[in-house]
């Protein structure tokens, strides 16, 4: 695999629960915060406009003085990361299951390992799957099948963007 295609997955990590700014962003620093720390997944972005609509949809909920908590940027990410795969409807669903189960905190910890776990594997630079946490449960399976739809998906668009961007230079 050309190293190319493993810039940016190797040392990916998303910003942890703790990390994430609680003193509240206006909406222009959150998209700019969001959009920093989803830079190395090929074609997941957000916009200001997502994420008023996120807002309009009570995918989450408005911010306080125009500003966005912690648990609402966390929200924030895993929304922009599932809609490269699922419909908003059907992300609704699983911040639905996820509330009435875990904290946002627990939650968002379990995406941004597990993630990590599976671009590593989905990239070959990991050969199999880390269990993560101590509970199995349905919700942390339907998520996991959810990050490895998007895991996957960013590994075809940066196999075919390094295959075309080759052949393109061959033809020149």
Request: proline share 2%; hydrophobic share 40%; aromatic share 10%.
């Amino acid at each position: 695999m050309k190293q190319t295609m493993l810039d940016g997955i190797e040392k990916f990590s998303l910003p942890r629960y703790h990390e994430i700014p609680d003193v509240g962003l206006f909406l222009e620093q959150t998209t700019k915060y969001i959009s920093g720390a989803l830079a190395p997944l090929c074609g997941i972005t957000i916009t200001s406009s997502m994420i008023s609509n996120y807002v309009k949809k009570k995918l989450i909920v408005n911010p306080v003085k125009k500003q966005y908590s912690r648990e609402q940027i966390a929200y924030l990410i895993f929304i922009a990361v599932a809609k490269s795969v699922l419909s908003l409807e059907h992300i609704q669903v699983l911040i639905d299951m996820q509330k009435a189960s875990y904290t946002a905190e627990e939650a968002y910890t379990y995406f941004c390992e597990e993630l990590c776990n599976v671009l590593h594997v989905s990239f070959g630079i990991e050969q199999e799957y880390r269990k993560i946490g101590m509970h199995n449960s349905e919700q942390k399976n339907i998520l996991r099948n959810t990050i490895i739809a998007v895991a996957n998906k960013i590994y075809l668009e940066k196999v075919l963007t390094e295959w075309t961007k080759e052949n393109t230079e061959e033809e020149a």
